[in-house]
Structure formats: C-alpha cells, structure tokens
C-alpha cells in the first residue's frame, strides 16, 4: 500500500481567500487524483493530476477555480481559488497504483469552511 | 442516471446477521470495480477489490455480474466495527467512479 500524508487537515477561510491543499505519496504512483465530498454525499472527482502537465478535470470543475500541479511523481497540489461558502467540504487527495492489481489509497482529507 | 448507483440504507441489523448491499453501474466499459468501506470523518478505505465473477475474503464476498451490470457485497455474522459506509465504485479509464454509499449500522 501507499502512505499519503494531506494537509492541511482543516481550514476555516474566509470567502474570497484562496487556500492551498498538499498531498505527498510516499512512493512512485503512476496516478494522482483530487475528489470532493460534500457532507452526507459520496465523492466527486475533481481532475486526474497529471505529472508535468496540465490537470485533466472533469465537468463542471475548472482551472482557473482549482488550479492543480503535479511537479513530480509523488507530490501534488490542489489551489481551491476565490472561496465561497460552496466549496465548504472534505478534499480528498488520491493515488493509484497500476498493476496486476489496480489499488487507489487516500489522503486523510482535509476539511475545508469557508466563513 | 448515476453512473453507479447504491441503496442509500441504512441497514440496521443485529450482531452476528448477514446482509447484502447491491451496486449497478451503467458504463458496460468498466472494467474493474470495488467496494471501499469509510467511516465516519475519516478517508475512504479499500475493502474489497472485485474481478470475473467475483471473490471472497473471510466473512465478505463481493460477486459481479456483467451481463446485468450488478455488484454486490455479502457480509456474514456482522459485527459491531463493521458499522459504517460502504462505496461501491467502479474503474473506468483509471478513472474511481463512486456511488452514493450505503450505510451500515450493526446494534448489540
């Protein structure tokens, strides 16, 4: 299995404010994701992080509003940009690892309030 | 339609029952699925991956059906810790696509 270390754990924020999420793998992933979950709802993936390139997202998830790096293999970032009350929920950071077995492991999460 | 659908629950059953949670999906292209377990406020956990026609590991068993897009999940002689949700997801792509989660309560 792969550690993921997320922080940070929780944020309250103010709206307007941008707030800057890490995750880090403590091995060689091939597959980096970003998901939300809002309270009593399941997880929605934001982007796939792809290594030295630009985020792929998924609909209705933008660049300029969660901008995303991935400068190596094992480290990514998720920008929640111009906060609004809305985007108050868990962020999810995540990693796979492709083989004959196709595992995804999680980052703690971190619990965002924007105020 | 979401691409993978869950009964929502909550199940709440006794010690020691066997309940059963069901998945469909509708992405016939999918091509590995599996069941993650989250408690509450923490991250979701992989419990169960599920291939072919499915697999067992103590007192779960996880059974995929193509034909009918179906997945389901077995737990047998329930205990308290099992309480919590259970994501039935699909891969697509390399792309985890989750359902809604079903809830589990196990009393005394």
């Known amino acids: 299995s792969a550690v993921i270390s997320q922080k940070p754990s929780r944020d309250i924020c103010q709206r307007g404010t941008s707030l800057t999420i890490q995750c880090q793998v403590d091995s060689q992933v091939t597959m980096m994701f970003w998901y939300r979950q809002q309270p009593g709802q399941s997880l929605t993936l934001i982007a796939t992080?792809?290594?030295?390139?630009?985020?792929?997202?998924e609909s209705g998830f933008v660049i300029d509003k969660f901008p995303i790096s991935r400068p190596n293999l094992t480290f990514s970032t998720l920008t929640v940009s111009n906060m609004s009350p809305e985007d108050s929920s868990i962020y999810l950071c995540?990693?796979?690892?492709?083989?004959?077995?196709?595992?995804?492991?999680f980052g703690q999460g971190t619990r965002l309030t924007v105020v | 339609r979401k691409e993978v659908e869950q009964d929502p629950g909550p199940f709440n059953v006794p010690e020691g029952a066997t309940v059963a949670f069901n998945c469909t999906y509708s992405?016939?292209?999918?091509?590995?699925f599996f069941w993650y377990r989250q408690d509450c406020r923490k991250e979701p956990k992989l419990l169960m991956s599920v291939y072919s026609s499915g697999n067992e590991d103590g007192r779960f068993t996880a059974q995929l059906n193509r034909a009918s897009q179906y997945i389901s999940l077995l737990i047998r002689d329930s205990k308290l810790s099992d309480s919590a949700t259970y994501l039935c997801v699909s891969d697509s792509s390399y792309k985890l696509i989750f359902g809604s989660g079903t809830r589990l309560l196990v009393r005394p």
């Open positions: 992405n016939s292209a999918s091509q590995s």
């Open positions: 992080a792809n290594q030295g390139s630009e985020a792929t997202y």
């Open positions: 995540s990693a796979m690892r492709q083989g004959r077995i196709t595992e995804a492991f």
